[in-house]
């Protein structure tokens, strides 16, 4: 009997081993050695205005952490915007009908972002999927009427060369908030900029063995992070309820549940550029 009991400890033993390092495997796919740790990137950065400039309906769900943290911790006035309606989308499941999706999302980002203590959130209307056809200087004229009003220090948005996921209503969107960045500096107005703008970064390695030839494009075309902070899981998981139209998007993308993903990727990543330092032309 106690042989019995020694050989079921052993073998509990060695599951357990192995778990851990399936485990640990697994976050190392989440992880980005470039990048610090910090408790809030706006905090790191002293900001007290935040604005994200973004292309869809749940491209919220990349920064949950920044902007929960930026409100709730570091008493940050925050702001987005969101170019289009995410009319276009994927119904992952499916929840309306698909003319009615536009309004679905819409609603489904109002909703998600009071849920991460945003104070206001302009959702346009441009078409999605064709966010880079509409008129370049429409989009900057529109986006920096916007960080006129709202002044913020720091902004955050897609790196333009790969946005994030390669999508390119994502690039047009990064280009765009970089634009009207320039152009506003070089008006020389009361407000002429923010200090910094921080871009959502993907985790490499996760992209490499996951993402197929769009992984590839974004890895070779983002720069490495600078900063790690918490992803706020438990909100990204509220966020995907609320979000009900794209609720089961990381098990199509991952092949894996929602929770299982969050629990290897527990971080956001940032590149920032100080553009005191590093203007842009």
Known sequence: MRKRWIALIVVASVLVVALVGVYWAGRSLFHMPTAKGVDSVVGELGGTRVLGVFAHPDDEQTVNGLFWRAKTQDGAYTAMITATQGEAGHQVPVVARQDDLG????AEALKNSFNLGVDEHEVWDYPDGGVPEVDEQELVDRV????????PDVVVAFWPESGATGHKDHMRMGEVAEKAIAQLEDEGGSYTGPKYIVYTISPTKALELFGGETGAFVVENQPDPEYAMSAETGKKMEGWKIHASQENFLQEAYHLPAW???????QEFYHVRDLQADPLD
């Open 103 to 106: 309004d679905i999302r819409k």
């Open 144 to 151: 920096a009427d916007t960080m006129k009003r709202i002044e």
């Open 260 to 266: 299982l993903v969050y629990l290897l990727w527990d």
